[in-house]
């Protein structure tokens, strides 16, 4: 008869793997929270739109609620870095340009740092 260890009990390998990831998990949110926002505005031909105005709307109980404003650069880049929420919504408007579709963004958690994979893109100018 073989005596298992204690410490490869599933009594100490579950409870200890969970408490890990607990902890990995917790490390990576204190490092990524500091509600920075950053994206990319461009037009239908994939060029930058410098001076676009773009709006960080946060989910409310019911509604959307207009909580940022930032110009986009030279290059369409833009950033927030006052995002407290985990569900937010972004578009952008700019003067003969119109305004782009609202963009939901989604997070893992409240105020977590992200850059927008795919640019803002107005319409074609008609």
């Known amino acids: 008869m073989k005596i298992q260890s204690w410490a490869t009990s599933r009594w100490v390998i579950v409870p200890g793997g ?56 030279a290059q369409g880049m833009f950033r927030f870095t006052d ?8 578009e952008a408007e700019a003067p003969g340009r119109g305004r782009t579709d609202r963009r939901i963004v989604r997070l893992w958690f409240a105020a977590q740092d992200v850059k927008l994979a795919e640019p803002l893109r107005f319409a074609a100018v008609k």
């Open 83 to 90: 995002n407290r929420s985990h569900s937010i919504q972004l």
């Open 18 to 73: 969970m408490t890990l990831f607990t902890l990995i998990w917790l490390a990576y949110v204190a490092g990524h929270n500091h509600g920075i926002v950053d994206g990319r505005v461009v037009d239908a031909a994939g060029q930058p739109v410098s001076g676009a105005s773009v709006l960080l709307f946060e989910r409310g109980f019911v509604t959307h609620q207009e909580r940022g404003h930032a110009t986009s650069d």
